[in-house]
């Protein structure tokens, strides 16, 4: 079993910038991908980003060029999901997620409790 916390979230603005971070404990050997859901208002989850352990990356369209996942250089258990040019659209609950799979299998292991993201016009 894999432990998440995260931290960050909150108000911001259009065209503002915030970043989260996600750390793993526990069966962390188990991990392949770390990453982060969202999930809008009244609608579906959705992938926004994941970054492998080798270094390889995956974004949403809606996020690319805007978004950066990353993961901390003396922890590789902890990432982070940075923010910048949100727009009202970006409003969700983001939560970090693990999974033993590849890219292209969007099945997850573990769910943290999310961090909320409202961007006001």
């Known amino acids: 079993q894999v432990q998440l916390v995260e931290s960050g979230g909150g108000l911001v603005q259009v065209g503002g910038s915030t970043r989260h971070s996600c750390v793993a404990s526990?069966?962390?050997?188990?991990?392949?991908?770390m990453g982060w859901l969202r999930q809008p208002p009244g609608k579906e989850r959705e992938l926004v980003a994941s970054l492998a352990s080798g270094g390889k990356t995956e974004y949403a369209e809606s996020v690319k060029g805007r978004f950066t996942i990353s993961r901390d250089h003396t922890n590789q258990n902890m990432v982070f999901l940075e923010m910048n040019d949100l727009k009202v659209e970006d409003t969700a609950r983001y939560l970090c997620?693990?999974?033993?799979w590849g890219f292209g299998r969007h099945e997850y292991d573990n769910y943290g409790q999310g961090v909320e993201v409202a961007v006001s016009s």
């Open positions: 526990g069966n962390t050997v188990s991990i392949n991908r």
């Open positions: 997620v693990t999974t033993r």
